[in-house]
Each structure stands twice: as C-alpha cells, then as structure tokens.
C-alpha cells in the first residue's frame, strides 16, 4: 500500500478543516497529492491495472484513474485514504462505476470511521490486501478465470471478459456463470471460426507477459526519478502554506464565510492548530512541520 508523506497530511488536515466535503474532494482531485499519488501506485502496481492486471505503456496521470475501493458515493470519509485508493484502467473504474463492494450488504453502517482491513468484507479481490492471482487467471488479458466467489465477483463487476463476450456475441451472464469450469467449451460453439487452443493462446500470453515485464521495469526507473522529485517538492511545502492555499480555494470557489476563518487561522499564527502534528508551537516565521527527513 502506498503511503502519503507528512508533508502531505498535513496539508490535507489543514484544507479537511477548512473547506467543505465536497469542496475538500474537488481540491484534492486537482492537487499535487492525488497526482503525486498516483505516480506511487503505478509504481507499486508495476504499471498495471488494480483489477483487470492489464499492464499500460504510460505513467501519463491523465492516462490512469485513481480508483477509490470504497466508492466516493457511499464513503465519501474514504476519498483521500491510501489504503481505499489505487490505480485502474478506464474500463475497470467505468465499468465498476459507484458499486458497492463492502461486505456484508446491505451497508450496516455508511459512516464507518476505520476503513476495513479484512479481506473478507470485501466482495472482490482488494487491490492491497488480497492477492489478485489467488483469485483469478487469465489468458491474454482477454479471456479471465476464477474458482472463486470473489474472483468471479470482479469479472463480472469489472467486465473483465467484455472482449471475448463482445466479439463472440454472447451473453454477458452466461459467461460470467460458466467461466468457472466451461468457458472454452461454450467460447468453442459460440465464435465462428473457433479461437485458438487454450494452451496455444497460454504460450502467447506468457510471452507477452515477458515482453511486458521488460517495458515495465525502462518505465519504471525513470518513474522511479519523477517520484523523487515530486516527492522533494511536497516536503518543502509547510502546513502554514497549504492553510494559505486551503484559504484561496475557498476564495475561488465564492467561500466567503471559509475564506474568512481560514484567514483568522493563518492569523493566529504562531498558536498550533488541533489538526498539526505537533507538540509545542513553533517560532515566529518558522516552518510548523517537522524537517523533512532527507
Ligand atoms: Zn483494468
């Protein structure tokens, strides 16, 4: 799981406090965190969705989309925690949409404060906490197998076999009930002229597999220094500034009554706000952050 930097939370807890939920979400959408975030993920992820695997010759932001596990819909207290959040292709964030994959259903209580860590109240594969290939496989990235409640569960939330569905005409919960042991019998009847062997097509993906794994690691060094610098500049920005910026958001978005408080809280600098983790207040005009480490 990826982690946020200090620097980082504290800028979040100063914009949490001072702008509303909705206006926190749309300032953490355009911000350097979620952005610098995502770059981490596809890191971690090794440049491959969270849910279909499939591997993307980009670390363009615009290219990914920052998934939330738990949907913004119902956990809109999970929008900005790391461990809800990974990267996925546009067809598996689209195709997942707002649904609900918190266990068990219906929602015992929307307002859960600790995000879930067990595997078990999910009911797909969790991209941090499960481990995807116990729960399915795949030939080419086209056709997914599961033996699994839960692997079946994201093929079908996720439209993982949506090409070979598409292409082969057939019906999409049809599939999704036989993939579990009859899935080239049916495929075999069903596309004219027949697919290639299970076992041929096998071959071709685990060659493609290695092609991949070659591309990945070139894009993954120079990722790899994007990241650092990104990561310098987040420890350099101070709590006092993002307060400042949290003020300015507010501003922008015709938040007068924030605006102000925001304002009065930069103001009363030095005294410490609740929400730094801090223990003493720190010196007139001093950074109120720890020093960054490096
Ligand atoms: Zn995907």
Redesign the pocket.
Known sequence: MIELLQSELAEIAAVRIAVSESNFNSWFDKSGIKARFKKACMQQQRLR?C????FKDTTNNNEWDLEHVLCEQWYPQFFATPGNLAV??K??NIAKNQADVLLPQPRPDPRLEELPIESHRYSIPHPWIDDWDAFLSHVNYQVYRSDSEKGLALIKL?KLNKIAVEEGGLNYDTVAAAVKTEFFELVDNAIDPPPLDAEVLERVARLTDNLQELQVDARLRALGRTLATLARGAAKRTAEQAVIEAGRIACNEGLAEVSASVTNLVQAQPEPIDAYPLAAPPAQGASILPEPSS
Do not use: I, L
């Open positions: 969705c849910y279909c695997r499939k996925a292709c067809q598996c996720c």
